[in-house]
């Protein structure tokens, strides 16, 4: 019998038919891979699962073949199945303890029982791995700390069922190793995984199983070792992938578009130099913590800095706020579009235009114009959107992302900072966005890419700059340019 | 289904007022329909209406402004004792009355930039920053009234600006059968309105005003100059909050310090609430809250013409309030 079954599942919304009868059963001692591009209804499923939505039609079955009715979290942890969000739950200002515990405390004659709570949390903690102590505050905790925080909490409620959506999305390399330690742990005490991720090297790596969804169907379902992550790739996307870079044009001679010079902040990044040429492509490689997103936002003056001087085509600009360095032909889209990219709840249109609004004014905001330019960026860049003046919430991470893009684009800047342009975004869309990347620097543009993902660094960027403490380790180009070479320089060891 | 509910989230402020309008109209036909009701009606909250445009930007920029009621009483007091001052030095009633004006909406400007630096400049969190106003500014001004109450020493022309305005033909008031008039505050509150929506909804700074209320991170990232914008929104609550005080004591010829726009940040607060703006910024009409402060205006007149104490009006207002919310609320999260 398997741990659990999804039988016929259909889930229909107002717009979309989001699920379309998927059948699936997962293995006790399983981790069984859910891969799909967004809007393929990986999310719809996990949700499903863990109680927060209701399936308009068929049924999930327990081990024992009934029927599971799964209208509340409650019901779902009840039934063994914990969901760890890619947002994690968890209250800052609560302590480990507290936060495993939240909403059942244990009490005694209606005090809540400190002593028993913490005995109880260092238990889960310790089946975890964990290394910080229950009275340790959640605030203070790493992501990787939070995250098994999560777990434990998970494993408390007695759960069997684990659902990860994109646990290492914020997790670096090591922090990743240890995860996955865990979750090989985890499957030999019986424990089935679900893992969603976008990183199909991962994918490859964790699950046993592999199920691909797309259009709300399942379209493949594979056994680790049955195909490799370009064949997983392509039945995601429903065509075999092309190769998912374009070709690196040649960066002709020319004085730096932009030049950085002894940047700093004595804290994050300690006296940094680069420079970019119109039409280079230069990496910005790092762990977790080196200093990437720091330097990014000091060269744009979203972030003070104690020293340094930044020089447009080798002249000195003024850069102290990000209004002053869009003045200055800079343009930098945030890592986050969530929290620093996109105002979510304006439209495509605004957000569009919303860091050059000054062209639209004389002095009123001409909506028609603006509406005009909005819709050229979306044939342009290829934005799919319905309705241009819904919320630009409704999009899919690629095209929020694209919409990034024209937003700068529209005040034709000379250099353009990515900030890990393809996070959360799926492998069609990723294409899509080496391709334009390529074509903006094909066009004179100087591009500066932060990204986590080596392979994407490799094989976008003409080279490749490593931060290590906040401080450029190393640079590789041409032959160099290995995915050793840079973590070597990242981890800052030798390689053995 | 469906498009009930996300009709009435949308103009549920309406419904309501229509529904309260016919209960009234209904319960004290002779009374309440009367031209002379309706219009006491319009004067009267004409100045709170005011005022609470001016909140409206403010929330939807993301902050609160609590101290727009002591600004209010502050502006009053200190342009009457101008223009008391004025005529006592010689000048002629006209030339102190417009000095007046100017002194009240200008001390309402200044306060309200005073609000503007502090949030932005001083990093102070806006509740705390006009928190200090609410206090400071009502104390000032009792301070200068000495507790009382400051009368203005101009018999004609100021008190003119106040009961003067635009005669509607063929409706008298009163027993000596004057014109019915919709006073000057009146069209100031439209014309306040006009201005706000027109801002908010055509203007860079409009635009700046909601992404900053939605997302202050991504508008500082995306260029906008988002210190600026916030400025601005206080001042303009402070300008309006001066125009409100010359609404309100030009009517009364006279200031009384401690009762002179008590609780008139909550009032506003409250219309700007029941109007559909969200007090998490981000988003917001002026229109709704022009319902807003007629919706609580008629509250008000309905509970005065059924003869409720006074002292239990508060209850229910502050159901109606309740019951408003929460008819706009969707039934999403």
């Known amino acids: 019998m398997p741990r659990l079954e999804v039988r016929d599942v259909s889930m229909q919304f107002p717009a979309v038919l989001a699920l379309d009868a998927v059948s699936l059963s997962f293995e006790s001692g399983e981790v069984h891979g859910i891969i799909g591009e967004n809007g393929a209804g990986k999310s719809t499923l996990m949700k499903i699962l863990a109680g927060l939505q209701t399936p308009t039609a068929g049924e999930i079955l327990g081990p024992d073949g009934q029927t599971l009715h799964l209208r509340s979290v409650g019901d779902a942890l009840r039934a063994g199945i914990a969901m760890i969000h890619q947002e994690l739950n968890l209250v800052d200002t609560l302590t480990v303890a507290e936060n495993i515990f939240l909403g059942r405390e244990p009490t005694s004659f209606g005090r809540l029982d400190r002593a028993q709570m913490r005995d109880r949390a260092s238990q889960f903690l310790g089946q975890v791995g964990a290394g910080f102590s229950p009275n340790a505050m959640v605030g203070e905790l790493s992501i990787a700390g939070k995250q098994l925080v999560e777990i434990a909490k998970a494993l408390s409620y007695e759960a069997s069922v684990l659902i990860m959506d994109e646990p290492t999305a914020v997790l670096s390399e090591r922090e990743t190793a240890s995860l996955f330690q865990l979750i090989r742990e985890l ?90 040429r119109p039409g280079e492509i230069v990496g910005l490689a790092g762990l977790l913590g080196s200093g990437r997103t720091e330097l990014a936002e000091m060269i744009v003056g979203a972030r003070s800095r104690a020293s340094g001087t930044v020089l447009r085509d080798g002249k000195p600009v003024a850069c102290g706020s990000p209004k002053q360095a869009a003045n200055a032909g800079i343009a930098y889209v945030s890592e986050d579009r969530k929290e620093s990219g996109l105002v979510l709840s304006m439209s495509v249109v605004e957000n569009t235009t919303l860091a050059n609004i000054d062209s639209y004014c004389r002095p009123l905001v001409n909506r028609q114009k603006e509406r005009a330019a909005a819709e050229e960026w979306k044939q342009k860049l290829d934005i799919r959107a319905h309705d241009m003046s819904a919320p630009i919430l409704y999009l899919s991470g690629g095209n929020q992302q694209k919409v990034a893009v024209a937003k700068w ?83 800052g060891v030798e390689a053995a | 289904m469906k498009s009930i509910s996300a009709f009435m989230q949308k103009y549920g402020v309406v419904v309501a007022f229509v529904l309260l309008f016919l209960i009234a109209a209904l319960r004290q036909p002779d009374i309440f329909l009367k031209a002379e009701n309706l219009r006491n009606l319009l004067n009267q909250n004409a100045p709170i209406g005011i005022v609470a445009i001016g909140m409206t930007l403010v929330i939807i920029a993301g902050g609160i402004d609590l101290s727009v009621g002591s600004i209010f009483a502050l502006a009053a007091c200190i342009g ?10 010689g000048s ?38 006009t928190l200090v106003g609410l206090v400071a500014y009502r104390s000032m001004c009792l301070a200068i009234a000495e507790g009382g109450e400051i009368r203005s020493s101009s018999p004609d022309f100021f008190p003119s600006l106040g009961s003067g305005g635009v005669p509607i033909p063929g409706l008298t008031v009163g027993v000596k059968g ?20 027109f801002l908010l909804n055509h203007t860079r700074f409009g635009r700046y005003t909601i992404a900053v209320g939605a997302n202050e991170r991504a508008a500082r990232y995306s260029a906008v100059a988002t210190g600026r914008t916030k400025f601005y929104t206080y001042t303009l609550a402070g300008i309006f909050a001066g125009c409100a005080a010359v609404a309100l004591s030009t009517r009364l010829n006279s ?12 009032d506003a607060i409250a219309a700007v609430v029941i109007g559909g703006t969200s007090l998490r910024g981000g988003s917001g009409r002026i229109w709704g809250t022009v319902v807003g402060v007629l919706l609580l205006g008629i509250i008000t007149n309905i509970l005065v013409l059924e003869g409720v104490s006074i002292y239990w009006q508060g209850v229910v207002k502050g159901a109606i309030i309740l019951a408003a919310v929460l008819m706009q609320r969707g039934r999403d999260q």
């Not at chain 1, 960027?461 to 931060?467: D, K, S």
């Not at chain 2, 009457?80 to 030095?89: E, Q, T, V, W, Y």
């Open chain 1, 187 to 276: 499957k030999g005490k019986g424990v089935t995984v679900l893992y969603i991720s976008h990183r199909l090297a991962e994918v490859e790596e964790i699950c046993d199983r592999v199920t691909v969804l797309r259009d709300g169907k399942v379209v493949g379902a594979v056994r680790q070792g049955e195909a490799n992550q370009t064949e997983m790739a392509g039945m995601m996307v429903g065509r075999p992938m092309e190769d998912m870079f374009p070709e690196k044009a040649v960066v002709p001679d020319a004085t730096p578009a932009l030049s950085v010079q002894g940047i700093g902040d004595g804290r994050f990044v300690k006296g940094i130099d680069l420079e970019v």
């Open chain 1, 409 to 491: 684009l529209e005040l034709n800047p000379k250099v353009l900072i990515l900030d890990e342009p393809t996070r959360g975004v799926d492998v069609g869309a990723k294409r899509e966005l080496y391709l334009l990347i390529n074509r903006l620097a094909q066009d004179g543009l100087a591009c500066l890419v932060i990204s986590s993902e080596l392979p994407e660094l490799l094989g976008l960027c003409h080279r490749i700059l490593v931060m290590r403490h906040g401080k450029i380790a190393g640079e590789v180009q041409g032959d160099s340019m290995t995915e050793e070479a840079v973590m070597v320089m990242a981890a």
């Open chain 2, 80 to 89: 009457l004792l101008a223009l008391n001052k004025l005529i006592a030095g």
């Open chain 2, 92 to 129: 002629s009633e006209v030339t102190a009355s417009l000095l007046a004006v100017a002194v009240m909406v200008g001390v309402g400007g200044l306060l309200g930039a005073f609000n503007g630096v502090m949030v932005v400049f001083g990093r102070v969190a806006p509740f705390v920053a």
């Open chain 2, 178 to 197: 004057d014109p019915l008039v919709i006073t000057w505050g009146v069209f100031l509150f439209i014309a306040i309105a006009l201005l706000a929506g």
């Open chain 2, 255 to 266: 200031v009384a310090s401690s009762t002179y726009g008590l609780y008139y940040e909550l």
